[in-house]
């Protein structure tokens, strides 16, 4: 069982920036890929970004290209989620996830482990 918990959220105002974190247990943590999510409420859970245990190409949502850097620091066993230039529509709350699988990472069902989430609102 993997334990992740995420921290950083919070209200900022648009163009602003905001760290997310994701600390996971365990001694593993270099053995999982970790995705970030988000979810509105009355909408879907969808794919923010996601970074493969074996360091190959990070993946992110088209929105957030560009402007979100998903990193990770395994000696921390911790995943981190930078966003810049953030807007209105990024109002969400932000999951961090863990899977052991290395592709295809943007599919929601690959995750096995999910943290509690922590609220983003971005206001105008």
């Known amino acids: 069982q993997v334990q992740l918990v995420e921290s950083g959220g919070g209200l900022v105002q648009a163009g602003g920036s905001l760290r997310l974190s994701c600390a996971a247990s365990?001694?593993?943590?270099?053995?999982?890929?970790m995705g970030w999510f988000r979810q509105a409420p009355g909408k879907e859970r969808g794919f923010v970004a996601a970074?493969?245990?074996?360091?190959?190409?990070?993946d992110y949502e088209n929105s957030v290209k560009g402007r979100f850097t998903i990193s990770r620091d395994n000696a921390k066993s911790t995943v981190y989620l930078q966003m810049d230039n953030l807007k209105p529509e990024d109002t969400a709350v932000y999951f961090c996830?863990?899977?052991?699988?290395?592709?295809?990472?943007?599919?929601?069902?690959?995750?096995?482990?999910w943290g509690q989430g922590t609220q983003v609102t971005v206001s105008s």
């Open positions: 996830a863990a899977t052991r699988s290395a592709t295809n990472l943007f599919i929601i069902r690959k995750y096995d482990y």
């Open positions: 365990g001694r593993t943590f270099s053995s999982y890929s």
């Open positions: 970074i493969p245990w074996s360091d190959s190409k990070t």
